[in-house]
């Protein structure tokens, strides 16, 4: 299969006599053990919040630790996906991916044994971490599996597939087994996913080679900086829309994130061995991707939040309608995956991102606009969006990774992981604070004025807009680097050395 165009990897020697597997069927072990990977990241939060009442009630939880039950687990991977994606790369994939399992099972398994809500928030936040060691490792290594990025594409749409398939069934599984069964079985049904994980990872990849990791010293300052200042902005947008504009708290904590990202900037630059090498993030498909990833994160989450408060608060559907009111956007996630490969062979994996990103936009767009006409035309915005989403988040991802050295891709794969995560909250902040800003009274309160509600559609729009106008922004800039990158080479030869100075 001959490679894409516009998916261009960066320069790497190539062994004769480590050819990668020829096709997907000869790496269904190793297939079997990532998909499972990242189908307990998708699954995991979205079974649990279906349980959330029954854990309240059970466990005698206020609001307060009922939101930490599911935001230790978000915050805590969030924060050290960075981090391990360095490790990883230092120390072997292979290795941290394990440990994390490892992990992951005696975390789940100790469900068991919670009589408290502080007692679960820490194994949510245990589960956090085990998350952050394998969960950006799964698309590193089915990168790095294969020797044809035709191949890869194939690989990294499979293993989201699986991943999405998990969130779409999650919340409908979780309910049915809530009938049976206490809630402590919806995260126990980690073990065996971890299990059957270990075992395809172990039989089914190799060791990574010492000539394929790097050998720089860890920046253990440029660790703590970055990751207390992803926590910060991960935290800064639930507090925006819990506490509003009105109050101190949102507003510290975005102030503390941005000192903190300006030091982490300061330290990266300075330091001899930086923790990320900001002239990698610079090369051109890596930024482009990271751009594409930012701007389809910024735009599925906050497309979501604005809808579902339409739904409910605004029409008066019932939360199981209001879920199925969504199910255009999950059908669209799940089916469009065999879809993704067909379309990079036949325009390029170049054209094929500019036009994903700019569905994405596209049913911003119409969402902005349309929202007040009916219910098709925000049905038809999240099912371009999802669209798009789907051929973003792949194209995107593989050509971060190939835009890298060969002894860096995990700390890529964290890269757009957590330019996934940060961007998620950012749209979620901006439609909440615009919301906060143009709408009296308490939103959630039945029986809305005529003036309440005309506020709500005046912030619905111009929230939608907002979100538009960022994520446009964000595809021009990643098209004109993804220009730059076709019109020479993708890495110079002083951007290899980079990566290869330390390999030896």
Request: glycine share 10%; charged share 10%; hydrophobic share 55%.
């Amino acid at each position: 299969m001959s490679t894409p165009k516009g998916t261009r990897s960066a320069p790497t020697a190539v062994d004769p006599d480590r050819r990668g597997p020829r096709s997907l069927r000869e790496a269904w072990v190793a297939l079997v053990g990532l998909s499972a990977v990242f189908l307990f990241e998708m699954l995991d939060n979205s079974i649990l919040n279906v349980a959330l009442p029954t854990i309240g009630r059970e466990l005698h939880a206020s609001t307060i630790a009922l939101q930490w039950v599911t935001g230790a687990y978000g915050v805590v991977f969030g924060g050290l996906m960075l981090v391990f994606g360095v490790l990883a790369d230092r120390f072997g994939r292979r290795r941290i991916m394990l440990i994390g399992l490892v992990l992951l099972g005696v975390a789940s398994l100790a469900t068991a044994f919670v009589t408290t809500a502080e007692q679960l928030i820490v194994v949510r936040a245990v589960m956090g971490v085990a998350a952050a060691m394998t969960t950006p490792g799964s698309m590193a290594l089915a990168f790095r599996l294969f020797d044809e990025d035709g191949l890869r594409i194939r690989a990294t749409t499979l293993i989201s597939t699986v991943g999405l398939v998990g969130l779409a069934i999650g919340p409908t599984v979780g309910g049915f087994v809530l009938v049976i069964a206490p809630w402590q079985v919806l995260l126990l049904v980690n073990v065996p996913i971890a299990v059957l994980a270990i075992i395809g990872v172990r039989a089914g990849i190799a060791e990574d080679e010492a000539a394929d990791l790097h050998r720089d010293p860890v920046d253990v300052l440029g660790a703590v900086l970055g990751t207390a200042t992803i926590v910060l902005a991960l935290v800064a947008p639930t507090l925006f829309v819990n506490e509003g504009t009105g109050s101190w708290e949102p507003w510290t904590v975005t102030a503390a994130a941005v000192v903190g990202a300006v030091l982490f900037l300061l330290r990266e630059i300075s330091a001899r061995h930086p923790l990320l090498d900001l002239r990698l993030v610079a090369r051109p498909l890596v930024s482009s991707g990271l751009a594409y990833k930012a701007a389809a994160g910024l735009a599925t989450a906050g497309l979501g939040y604005l809808v579902t408060l339409q739904l409910q608060l605004d029409w008066g559907w019932t939360p199981g309608l209001a879920a199925i009111g969504m199910l255009p956007q999950v059908i669209v996630l799940v089916a469009a995956g065999p879809f993704v490969n067909p379309l990079v062979e036949r325009v390029g994996g170049g054209r094929a991102a500019w036009l994903g990103a700019a569905a994405v936009v596209f049913g911003l767009a119409v969402y902005g606009l349309l929202n007040s006409f009916g219910y098709v035309w925000v049905a038809i915005a999240l099912v371009l969006v999802a669209a798009g989403m789907r051929v973003v988040g792949v194209v995107a991802a593989i050509n971060v990774f190939g835009g890298l050295p060969k002894n860096r891709t995990s700390v890529g794969a964290a890269l757009t992981d957590t330019v996934t995560e940060v961007t998620s909250g950012v749209g979620i902040a901006v439609s909440g604070t615009i919301l906060a800003a143009l709408f009296t009274g308490d939103i959630a309160t039945s029986n809305w004025s005529t003036r309440q509600t005309a506020q709500f559609h005046e912030a619905v729009t111009i929230a939608g807009l907002v979100l538009t106008a960022v994520a446009a922004a964000l595809v021009g800039w990643a098209i004109l680097r993804t220009r730059n990158a076709a019109a020479g080479r993708t890495s110079t030869p002083a951007a290899d050395e980079i990566g290869e100075k330390t390999t030896a």
